[in-house]
Structure formats: C-alpha cells, structure tokens
C-alpha cells in the first residue's frame, strides 16, 4: 500500500513508519522536520495545514495516518492557539484531502487524555464505550476531542472510512528528553534528586513506542475500519515502580524526595485494550520491564555516541 504519515519524524510517527515499512508497505513522511533516522521512506517537509500541498501529495495513496500534531502540552498551554491549528483543524484538511483523492482509510493519533480524569468511580474499567469527558482539564484534550469528532464527521457526511487510536502514554526509544522516563534515567544517572508528589503510588499504563507502533500498523486491517482503538500498556505502574526498575537496571540507587501531594492529583484508572485485541489481534509483545531495559540500552549508548538527551 502507499501509506502517508504527517508526523513521520517525530517520536511515535517515526516508529510508525519503521512497522508500516517492516509491512513492506511504501511510506511517505509528510512533516515540517527532516527525518532523523535514516528510513528508506520518501520525505516531504511541508505544514498539515497547507491544504493544497496535502491533497497534491495524497493523490493515488491508499492511507493516511495523521499523526502529526503539537504533543507537548507545555507548548500546547503556551501557545493554544497555533496549537489547536495544527492539532484539530489539521485534521479536516487530512479529511478533506483524503475525500477529495478517495483515499481509502485515514487513522487519527488521539488521546487516552479524552477519558478525562476526574473519574466518580476509580475502579470501572474504560473501554471505547466509556464516553469522551465533557469536562476537559486541558485544551489540547478539547482539541483531540474536536479532531476526532470532524474524522467522524467525514466518516457520517462523505463516507470517508477512518480509525481513531487511543494512545496511552509511550516511552522508549527517540522520546522527547522532557518525558518522566528520560528525565528519571537522566537524574540517576547524574546523581540529581527525583522530587515526587505525594507518595508516588500514582499509576499510568506505559505503552512501549514499538508495541504502539505495531498497534497503529494493526488499526490498517480492514476490521479496523470506522473503530475507535484504545492501545495501551498491559500493566499499571506506579512512579515509584518506575524508578525501583530503573535502580535495579542502572545498578544505581536513585535520591528521591517525597512532597505534598498536589492537590487533584489524577490517581490513574484501567484502561482496557481488549477491543485492539479482538478485533484486530493486537496485544503488547514486551513486559514493561523488557521494554525498560531495551530503552535504557538505547540511552545510554545514545549518550556514550555524544547525542545528549537520548534524543
Ligand atoms: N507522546 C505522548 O505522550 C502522546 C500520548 C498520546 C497521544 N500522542 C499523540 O501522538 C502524536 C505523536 O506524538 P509524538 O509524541 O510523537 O510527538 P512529536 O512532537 O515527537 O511528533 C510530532 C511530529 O509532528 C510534526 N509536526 C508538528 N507540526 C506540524 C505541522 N504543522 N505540519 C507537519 N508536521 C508537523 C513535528 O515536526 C513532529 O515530527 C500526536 O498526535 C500526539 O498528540 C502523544
């Protein structure tokens, strides 16, 4: 298949495209930053939203996965407005090209953050029926709400057919050095204490970036067509598991300090990938540890290559 990705050279898209290229698919990187890891994939460095540009470089593909968005929600709190652009209304013009070339099927990067985090009960499982939260703490969760709903739009107006995926929160290799997980490798390393608030028994489910990449080639199947995918870690870790793992890999203790607790402070709930399973036959292949220690290889040799931040 020709398969483009907007986003391509990014954290998640570029591992996107290495699992669509293991495929055997023909890939295109559609993204304002040159590729940094030497894919033999064709690279178009253009903005998602230049319409025209979008619809001339989708002619005859088959797929579109519409990855590419501002993912870092500091940014995203600072500068809301070019944010949003690139984040929701980009998403109508990878529609809109995507009606206008009849391109088969376009697959949406979303949010596990669409959930929300203020749950009245902590215990419930959320699967794709849980509804989307009408009280976001975030405008970058407005903004993948809105995203999703235009992809089904353009599936309910036009007949387009797309896929919306889920993601919980990746970390591996090539993760932006401002994420919890190179930030706790970076302090061990270098001896800097880790500040926590509250008791650190707050859990997220951690999704290992090749097991959400091979999630997102999945989605393609043709049972992935017009179905919303949440694709999540298995197990919940909590931060303090994250650094006793990362002690026990580093052989280094970590100095870590507790603080108050903030207050709000989302204690993290189950997310259920069942559905991904399923219908498409997806499931993680790699224990949060094994991807752990994967990553931890690649920093570290990333750092002793010169390339500071594991970036
Ligand atoms: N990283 C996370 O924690 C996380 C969690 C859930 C969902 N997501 C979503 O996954 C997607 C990828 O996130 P990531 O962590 O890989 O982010 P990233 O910042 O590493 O990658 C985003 C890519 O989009 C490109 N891009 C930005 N603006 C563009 C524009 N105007 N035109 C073309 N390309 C543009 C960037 O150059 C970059 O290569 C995003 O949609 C993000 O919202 C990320």
Redo the contacts with the bound molecule.
């Keep these: 298949m020709k398969i483009l990705v ?9 591992h996107i495209v290495d699992a669509l290229l293991e495929q055997g698919h023909h890939v295109k990187i ?4 040159s590729p940094k890891y030497g894919q033999p994939a064709e690279f178009i460095k ?5 319409l025209v540009r979008l619809v001339r470089e989708s002619v005859h593909y088959d797929a579109i996965y ?7 929600v500091n940014r995203f709190h600072d500068s809301p407005f070019y944010s949003n ?3 929701s209304c ?1 998403a109508i013009n990878v529609c809109e090209a995507a009606r206008t070339n009849g391109v088969g099927r376009v697959l ?6 669409v959930y929300g985090s203020d749950p009245s009960n902590p215990d419930v499982v959320i699967t794709e029926e849980t509804p989307m939260t009408d009280n976001p703490d975030h405008i ?1 969760t407005s903004s ?1 709400i809105a995203a999703e709903l235009f992809f089904k739009n353009y599936q309910k107006m036009y007949g387009l057919t797309q896929t919306v995926m ?5 970390f591996g290799e ?3 050095p401002e ?1 919890v997980t190179p930030i706790f490798i970076r302090k061990i390393l270098d001896n800097e204490e880790i500040t926590i608030h509250g008791d650190g028994s707050q859990t997220r489910q951690f999704i290992y970036v090749k097991d959400l990449a091979g999630g997102c080639a999945a989605c393609l199947q043709p049972q992935g067509a017009n179905e919303v995918f949440n694709l999540n870690g298995r197990d919940r870790i909590s931060v303090v598991d994250i650094i006793r793992n990362l002690e026990e890999i580093l052989k280094k203790k970590a100095r870590v300090t507790f603080i108050e607790q903030r207050s709000g402070q989302f204690k993290g709930r189950l997310i259920s990938s069942e559905k991904a399973k399923r219908l498409i036959g997806w499931e993680t292949r790699f224990s949060y540890r094994e991807a752990l220690e994967a990553y931890v290889r690649w920093f570290v040799g990333q750092e002793s290559a010169g390339k500071a931040g594991g970036k």
């Excluded at 559609?30 to 930053?33: A, G, L, S, T, V």
């Excluded at 253009?46 to 230049?50: G, K, R, T, Y």
């Excluded at 519409?66 to 870092?72: F, S």
């Design positions: 907007t986003g391509g050279s990014g954290f998640i898209g570029s559609y993204d304002i930053e253009a903005d998602v939203m230049d519409h990855i590419a968005a501002e993912a870092n652009l690139i984040t980009a949406l990067a979303s949010t596990e953050w970058y993948k889920r993601f919980g929160i990746p090539r993760a932006r994420t």
